[in-house]
């Protein structure tokens, strides 16, 4: 079943989707077109600015661009999303953190990334625990994803093998997941995946969240080009993401304060 109306489907029917069903799910329409432009722009424009100042992870014709919250309001409601974390707390429950929040350019000529699973999956020796689910992603499509300018390939089902991906199946079983911008694809750490060529003339942008429970050790230091004010104005939710009030700033030591249930 492939989900593309979350406004007929409830929130019990996405996470079952995702932890049972084809692993992911596509919401459409969480961004206006105006915001997802507004985001696509302030990926390039500091993508520019830091491969300048040489701080850009180049791989390639493929970059990484970090400490995304701290650049922009619009990616502090990206991460927040509502409607999105809803999904996400019906599968990890309410203590979750923000594992990663990056921006990924594919310039024109990229090719495959590489077929994979999501950390902390890839950090651990297969075959992996299917219970309790470890990571859910989030794909921001801040452009139309179209056939030719590398958008995601996904293996449904994929996730209840709980194992490395076999490059063999994968070839033979992937899906091409194109949408309109706006939309957001979320899905199960373990569903194995991989971005397909861009065979265009212009970067692909996609924005990609890691979320995870908070026993979970973060994938990227959401501290990193730590801002002030994004602070202040941040709302409980947000600062539970970052991290922000259980992680020391001064101590050389590693601590985690937990939330307990009771």
């Known amino acids: 079943m492939n989900i593309q109306q979350k406004s007929t489907i409830n929130l019990a029917d996405l996470a079952k989707e995702i932890v049972e069903g084809q692993g992911y799910v596509l919401l459409p329409n969480l961004l206006s077109p105006a915001e997802a432009t507004e985001a696509r722009n302030i990926v390039l424009k500091l993508a520019d600015k830091e491969r300048q100042q040489k701080k850009l992870i180049v791989e390639g014709v493929k970059e990484r661009l970090y400490g995304l919250i701290y650049k922009g309001e619009i990616f502090e ?14 599968i990890l429950g309410e203590d979750i953190l923000l ?6 350019i594919l310039h024109p000529g990229a090719q495959r990334m590489g077929v994979h699973v999501d950390y902390p999956y890839w950090a651990m020796s297969p075959p992996y625990p299917q219970f309790p689910v470890l990571e859910v992603q989030v794909i921001w499509l801040v452009e139309d994803f179209t056939e030719d300018n590398g958008a995601p390939l996904f293996v449904p089902e994929s996730q209840k093998l709980a194992t490395k991906p076999d490059l063999a199946q994968f070839e033979q079983l992937a899906q091409k997941i194109t949408a309109k911008a706006g939309t957001a694809i979320i899905s199960h750490g373990l569903c194995w995946h991989d971005t397909s060529v861009n065979s265009t003339d212009k970067p692909r942008i996609s924005i990609l969240g890691n979320y995870t429970p908070q026993y979970i050790h973060p994938l990227e230091d959401n501290l990193f080009d730590f801002q002030p004010q994004v602070i202040d104005r941040a709302t409980p939710k947000l600062k539970q ?22």
């Open 99 to 104: 594992g990663g929040f990056s921006a990924h």
């Open 241 to 262: 993401l970052l991290r922000h009030d259980l992680k020391s700033q001064n101590k050389p030591v590693f601590e985690m304060k937990f939330k307990l249930s009771d």
């Open 77 to 90: 409601k990206m991460v927040q999303h509502p409607q999105v974390l809803s999904v996400i707390e019906a």
